[in-house]
């Protein structure tokens, strides 16, 4: 049969060559999640400084109840006061976040002219509060 086709011998299955090709996949594979990885195997030791101080964000509550009182920070304020309040905060860090603890039963109203406010002072991070169940 295999003069029929001008084979002198029957075709063999060489390994060695997938094994190179194998093991260079891995290499390869290997090498470049070396990369994704954070390189952490310095040991730095950084300067000290005075100046540096590490700031905490500690975002700005809103406080409604039901009767619509509104308490910025333990204050009770009116709308226009929350947001000269509010404007003055965002001028002092630009970077403030806002949190809204609305009472379940308040107004849905009130909520939305907070919300309003709250924007118009600037602020971008907003976020409402609320329980798990």
Same mark, same amino acid.
């Given at each position: 049969m295999?003069?029929?086709?001008?084979?002198?011998?029957?075709?063999?299955?060489?390994i060695?060559?997938?094994?190179?090709?194998?093991?260079?996949?891995?290499?390869?594979?290997?090498?470049?999640?070396?990369?994704?990885?954070a390189?952490?195997?310095?040991?730095?030791q950084l300067?000290?400084a *005075? /100046?540096?101080?590490? =700031?905490?964000? %500690?975002?700005?509550?809103?406080?409604?109840d039901? #009767?619509g009182h509104? !308490?910025?920070?333990g204050?009770?304020?009116?709308?226009?006061?929350?947001?000269?309040?509010l404007?003055?905060? *965002? /001028?002092?860090?630009? =970077?403030?976040? %806002?949190?809204?603890?609305?009472?379940?039963?308040? #107004?849905?109203?009130? !909520?939305?002219?907070?919300?309003?406010?709250?924007?118009?002072?600037?602020?971008?991070?907003?976020?409402i509060?609320?329980?798990?169940k």
């Amino acid at each position: 049969m295999f003069k029929e086709f001008g084979l002198k011998q029957k075709p063999m299955f060489m390994i060695i060559p997938m094994i190179d090709i194998i093991f260079f996949l891995l290499v390869f594979f290997m090498m470049n999640s070396l990369q994704t990885v954070a390189q952490k195997s310095l040991d730095v030791q950084l300067p000290v400084a *005075q /100046a540096a101080v590490q =700031q905490k964000q %500690v975002p700005v509550i809103i406080t409604l109840d039901t #009767a619509g009182h509104i !308490v910025i920070d333990g204050k009770p304020l009116s709308l226009t006061d929350a947001k000269q309040v509010l404007s003055a905060k *965002q /001028a002092d860090n630009p =970077q403030v976040a %806002v949190v809204l603890q609305a009472d379940a039963h308040s #107004a849905h109203g009130q !909520v939305v002219a907070i919300m309003d406010t709250v924007r118009s002072a600037g602020i971008k991070k907003f976020s409402i509060g609320a329980t798990n169940k």
